[in-house]
């Protein structure tokens, strides 16, 4: 039987040695700990949290999706837990499902803050990019789009982000939106090279190979190491008449 009230001290030192063995990333010691303090106390979040957690670093998903929905049903507004569900649901790939947790984790904030502080839309944010990602790798462009642009809603000057949805923009065949948000993106960031070498891209795709020569020229001139430039310099310079 689970117990209650204040931890023995079996249970405080299967706990502490749990914890420690969690923080240097020894996840098989940690989940031995946990599991021995399972057995008589099983009402700590964190707990399952960490054990999820534990169980991702050694890709067994189903396993870390068990751990991560127990701290969640302690804890529906554990948004760490929410956030490294969502994670284990894109490795999955179930999409969908992902999706549902981020926007639980997005409804659970705001009702128990009455908004979003930054660190929380942060790490929304960021999720809400990653799931853009993994729908982007798996060709659904037009959903990833979808999220990264949620993800921006958050966090619009993540020009890490507005540069992932310029890209998928292009390859989806809207060039002009494309070229409209990489120039955001250096607005903001005029030092971020790799949008200038989207931008590049972008405009020759568009039929502006001089353009795209003058962009990618001024990156070499700011960053001679940039190869990609270098590379697409060279393939539309031999194109030419």
């Known amino acids: 039987m689970p117990s209650k009230g204040a931890m023995t001290p079996t249970e405080r030192r299967a706990y502490r040695l749990g914890c420690l063995s ?3 990333g020894d996840d098989a010691g940690a989940l031995s700990q946990f599991e021995q303090l399972l057995q008589t106390r099983n009402g700590f979040a964190d707990v399952h949290y960490r054990m ?3 169980h991702d670093r050694k890709d067994d998903l189903a396993s870390a999706a068990r751990s991560l929905w127990r701290a969640l049903r302690i804890n529906p507004a554990y948004t760490e837990a929410i956030v490294a569900l969502a994670s ?5 790939g179930d999409f969908e499902r992902a999706r549902e947790i981020t926007e639980r984790a997005r409804a659970s904030a705001l009702r128990s803050d009455g908004g979003l502080d ?3 839309r942060g790490k929304l944010a ?3 990019a990653n799931l853009g990602d993994a729908l982007r790798e798996a060709g659904e462009l037009r959903e990833a789009i979808e999220a990264y642009r949620r993800a921006l809603d958050r966090c619009p000057d993540y020009h890490d982000i507005r540069l992932r949805l310029g890209v998928a923009l292009r390859d989806v065949g809207l060039p002009d939106q494309s070229l409209a948000e990489l120039r955001r993106v250096l607005e903001g960031r005029p030092d971020l090279h790799e949008a200038s070498v989207q931008l590049g ?3 020759y795709t568009l039929g502006r190979a001089g353009d795209a020569i003058r962009e990618w020229s001024t ?3 700011k ?3 940039r190869e990609e430039a270098r590379m697409y310099l060279r393939l539309v310079q031999m194109r030419k008449p």
């Open 223 to 225: 960053d001679p190491t």
């Open 88 to 92: 284990v649901y894109e490795r999955q």
């Open 201 to 203: 891209l972008t405009l």
């Open 22 to 24: 969690f923080e240097r």
């Open 118 to 120: 930054a660190t929380t």
């Open 219 to 221: 990156v070499m001139e």
């Open 126 to 128: 960021n999720l809400q």
């Open 52 to 54: 999820g957690v534990a």
